[in-house]
């Protein structure tokens, strides 16, 4: 089974600059999510998806980021515009729907290293 | 602030020994509980998960010990090898809470000594 695919690895761009991230979630996993994990810390949820729709965006910053999965399987990640403290991982999962043993399971990408200088 | 957090940054152990790793939570609400594995340069690895009917749930090498009456978690790992070291973190959660994205504590750092 592919695990959840993301890219880029990493990006390094300036404060005020733009930067999106990608993740393509395991095949047929109707949940997918996407967390920032900053250095030394552990993930913290931002958005989650179920299918195309958002569940929970609660600790979004919507000011500067965005997120999108309008086909209900790849989903896009955007900071616009980006600040130092953005500088962390962006870990995207993905799930199978809830109501069974072990469907909260969530399986993670590799993530995407950000900088801001 | 944070519902899970850990009590110890650092641990470090012998190779062949036991691994005791403790989280702690507040939110008495949470009935679902994930250990996860993250090693340097990869996203979190499933290790395994224990619901809140259980205060006991075994797999390869790692045991999780739930204690709902002082709300902690632990997790064991017997026979410690270099392949284990990683940052460990708990989560928790709300079975069929709707939202279902984990809350993560800060994470306990495993290392290994030879």
């Known amino acids: 089974e592919a695990g959840v695919a993301q890219s880029p690895r990493y990006k390094i761009i300036e404060k005020r600059q733009s930067v999106a991230f990608w993740c393509n979630p395991i095949s047929g996993h109707a949940t997918l999510y996407w967390y920032q994990q900053i250095l030394g810390q552990g993930p913290k949820l931002l958005i989650q998806?179920?299918?195309?729709?958002?569940?929970?965006d609660s600790q979004l910053p919507k000011d500067r980021f965005s997120a999108e999965r309008l086909k209900g399987v790849d989903s896009t990640l955007k900071i616009q515009p980006a600040k130092l403290e953005d500088s962390a991982v962006y870990l995207c999962a993905s799930s199978l729907d809830t109501g069974s043993l072990g469907a909260n399971v969530l399986t993670f990408g590799a993530g995407s290293r950000l900088t801001v200088l | 602030g944070e519902s899970v957090g850990l009590h110890l940054p650092t641990l470090s152990v012998q190779e062949g020994d036991n691994s005791i790793i403790n989280c702690a939570y507040s939110n008495s609400a949470s009935d679902y509980f994930i250990w996860y594995k993250q090693e340097s340069g990869k996203g979190p690895q499933f290790i395994i998960d224990i619901r809140s009917n259980m205060d006991k749930r075994q797999g390869q090498r790692v045991t999780v010990l739930l204690n709902k009456t002082v709300k902690h978690l632990s997790l064991q790992i017997a026979a410690t090898q270099p392949g284990d070291s990683a940052v460990y973190f708990c989560?928790?959660?709300?079975w069929g809470g709707g939202a279902d994205g984990l809350t993560f504590g800060k994470g306990t750092h495993l290392i290994i000594q030879p």
């Open positions: 998806f179920q299918n195309n729709g958002v569940v929970d």
């Open positions: 989560a928790e959660n709300i």
